[in-house]
């Protein structure tokens, strides 16, 4: 089967938006009991940010040039960062409930800026009604065969005993559905499908992976095409996705191995091993150029190019330190990487704050709150190099849309180029610390004396020559080179 | 301040419906495990009854005569009664969640069936959202002063521990709401608001007295009549409740000091002791008649004539032992309560099965199934009695908005007169067990010769002589005499 994915995420560049830590808005009433604003997070406290806050700051949004959001969980949850659901019907009061995502959906619609959120439709909370239900009622309980119960009463809060019914990963905070139950597959579809309804563009799936049945899936997205055949599901897989990405699930992962490979090439062995090694990013992939290629390569070959072309490319989320924390706040690293995902082939997704050089190590200080409150602490270079960068690659087709092909990859130097529609652009790296020339092979990309210019600046025109261009690469840099736009 | 009490309620007939046991609809999707429908009642099994079950019985209902319907909760809750609310702001799923309220509300107002929903707003569940992030969450919670905690961890599931928090009678499940906070103010307000906007017709409150703040009430009230001035708001205190029956917190209590002076005439020395105790009806008061004329002018001295007006009198309801159980299944001694109580001041409220002769002790098993499946177990004679009072207070006004009387007094025997606008009732009652012949005495009631009748039987028409009728009571009976309806 051929898949058909989404082509609006052929265009789309995601903002990944953590929603107790975006913004705040004091339009919105707030319990007492919160965080401030800005303080070192924890693993329990709640710093009050909302989703009125986020369409208070969707200028901002679209001056940066992004297109989509990620949400992480949004439902009704008593954990800030909201995986632990409890009520998927409703919107957590604290991010201003039901009404105030029918806002954002239309204000962000308004603006041509999608929505997407995070479905946890494996585990639930121990607050859950159906498991809430037989912690009250133990055998009686009407919904026994919601979860996988294994004795009673059940141990859901004494720290002392294992929980005794399925919990991800043992944590009694988290029973696991039984999703063989009809009753919890009906449930969870009807989720899935109530909120396309309610105008969203599309689910991110929390660990789909286990649940371990491509029938629920398959169902899944039937259900949820039924309400918006453009709708995007994308997996939190973080290894290889064959599986799933056939055209009957899923329409792509987040691509966790794209962000390996780049954390190996663009950082290397400056890597922050004590951050990284809490994650499945854990070890890096061997530094320099050729590995990469053949990481990328190796990628790319995994799946459909219709699944490649909608991938979502990310170097940061809330499941991981930081880039800049990664690279112990190298920022040329996270420069680079960036330059390789907004020219690279799929979805870019930034994790917010990371525009802004926002630093934080793995969970939960990669959660930081947006430091609205302290400008003078912005990064405003790198800002603007993320301006820069999404917006050429909303101006030209050939990042988005165009073919993909590395033409040079030995030692800490690298160039590819996207091509469409008789439209080539060239990007180069050059991650070494010393300055590089390198001679960019252009055969059957582009013919000799093919105009290329630095998109923007004129005068950086150049042709190619001897079937190749020639550059020079300061140390940590990057080069774009595009033939001018066609007419 | 002169009290203002919706008029409506002069005119009800209420039926009490406890969810899980009134009606089951094949329409509504169920969970797997339920008891079958009719087993003996558990405290935690579910039976299934849900609110289209009821609409299919609205013609039961209408045949019946009642025009309110008072549910016990019908709120998400992880118990069978729903008192453990889990969320005040959905209809269970169970029940048919909020499409079926609706649906319920709008068939029953078509047939001008009131529906008032039991409030429990002194206390929530541990699964509730804002007590359940306390779990989480500990003191990291945002919500800390929605409870009244006193140390961490709390201790909500340990059977071994006493509950470190606030909890109604000290049970774990019933976190009591810290009610002088301002956001549970306006949250329990909120939910006052909401219902009514919804269409229901009042409130039932439970366990009101135990928010000891009267700003609370008068507030609750006032945004409660913004929603519908006509709303009713009746009190579960089961002592005399003065306090908030002045007119500006409460309509009217539930009036068990009635249930209990009707237990002591009516059932007398042979009450079932040992299933009276667990309630606040024991020890019922002295028998005979002169001691209930005591007991309900006392009762209808406590009030202002427009709360006494509108008082929920009733024989039956799920906290106490169904009446005919309380009476050693003597049915005799409940079809004279309830000629009593159809024929009183203030509106009657029957709870649900009593009227076709239910049986069942105190909590659970006064809240059997209704016994659908086994229309052979109703005891239809009672019920036609049901049918022909009900039928007979709607038909005259001064059953339901008459003067009250008591005009005799004496051993086993009682007669008390309802009068308004020229219509004058008698009604007499012999509680003995052998013949008695009673002279009812009418001065001041109605001259001599004015011509009462049983109504319905022309040919039992007498004539007041000599200041008195002298009627005939067979042991354990009761006669209705009534002048003709003007015109």
Redesign the interface.
């Known amino acids: 089967m051929q898949p058909q994915t989404p082509d609006w995420v052929r265009d789309a560049v995601f903002y990944q938006i953590f929603p107790d830590r975006f913004a705040r808005s004091v339009t919105v009433?707030?319990?007492?009991?919160?965080?401030e604003w800005g303080a070192t997070p924890?693993?329990?406290?709640?710093q009050?940010g909302d989703l009125i806050g986020v369409i208070e700051h969707l200028d901002y949004l679209q001056d940066l040039g992004i297109n989509a959001i990620y949400f992480t969980p949004i439902f009704?949850s008593?954990?800030n960062h909201r995986y632990?659901t409890?009520?998927y019907?409703?919107v957590d009061?604290?991010l201003g409930g039901n009404s105030a995502l029918g806002r954002l959906i239309e204000e962000a619609h308004a603006r041509r800026i999608r929505v997407v959120l995070d479905g946890v439709f494996n585990h639930a909370?121990?607050?859950f009604?159906?498991f809430?239900?037989i912690?009250?009622?133990?055998q009686?309980?009407?919904?026994?065969?919601?979860f996988h119960i294994n004795g009673f009463?059940l141990n859901?809060?004494?720290a002392e005993k294992k929980p005794n019914y399925g919990a991800w990963w043992g944590l009694p905070?988290l029973p696991k559905f039984n999703t063989g139950s009809p009753?919890v597959r009906?449930f969870l579809w009807g989720i899935g499908r109530r909120w396309i309804d309610a105008g969203i563009d599309g689910w991110r799936l929390d660990v789909p992976n286990e649940i371990d049945d491509d029938s629920f899936w398959r169902e899944f997205r039937r259900r949820v095409h039924a309400g918006n055949p453009e709708a995007y599901i994308v997996g939190e897989v973080w290894t290889d996705s064959q599986r799933w990405l056939q055209g009957d699930m899923w329409d792509a992962v987040m691509n966790y191995q794209f962000t390996k490979a780049c954390v190996a090439y663009f950082i290397g062995e400056k890597v922050n091993e004590k951050e990284l090694r809490p994650t499945a990013l854990h070890p890096a992939g061997a530094p320099g150029a050729e590995s990469f290629k053949r990481a990328i390569e190796r990628l790319l070959g995994l799946y459909a190019p219709e699944i490649n072309a909608v991938m979502l490319n990310l170097l940061g989320s809330h499941d991981m330190a930081r880039f800049v924390t990664l690279a112990n706040d190298d920022v040329s690293a996270f420069r680079l990487a960036t330059t390789f995902q907004l020219t690279y082939p799929g979805a870019p997704s930034i994790y917010y704050g990371d525009e802004v050089g926002l630093r934080g190590g793995h969970d939960p200080f990669n959660r930081g709150a947006f430091p609205w409150h302290r400008p003078e602490a912005w990064d405003r270079d790198l800002l603007h190099e993320f301006q820069r960068l999404i917006s050429l690659r909303r101006a030209r087709p050939a990042l988005r849309r165009g073919s993909f092909k590395i033409l040079h990859a030995a030692g800490d130097l690298l160039a590819h180029t996207r091509q469409l529609d008789g439209e080539t652009i060239v990007v180069a790296f050059n991650a070494a610390t010393r300055h590089h020339k390198l001679s960019i092979p252009m055969q059957g990309v582009a013919d000799d004396d093919t105009v290329f210019e630095e998109p923007g600046k004129p005068r950086s025109a150049q042709k190619v020559q001897a079937g190749a261009l020639h550059v020079e690469l300061p140390p940590r840099s990057s080069l774009i080179l595009a033939t001018p736009f066609p007419g």
Chains 1, 2 share one sequence.
Do not use: C, I, V
């Not at 912690?135 to 133990?138: C, F, R």
């Open positions: 009433p707030k319990p007492k009991h919160l965080d924890t693993y329990h406290g709640y009050g009704q008593a954990s632990h409890h009520d019907e409703k009061p604290m909370s121990r607050g009604f159906q809430h239900d912690m009250e009622n133990g009686n309980s009407a919904y026994l065969d919601w009463p859901a809060y004494d905070a009753e009906e």
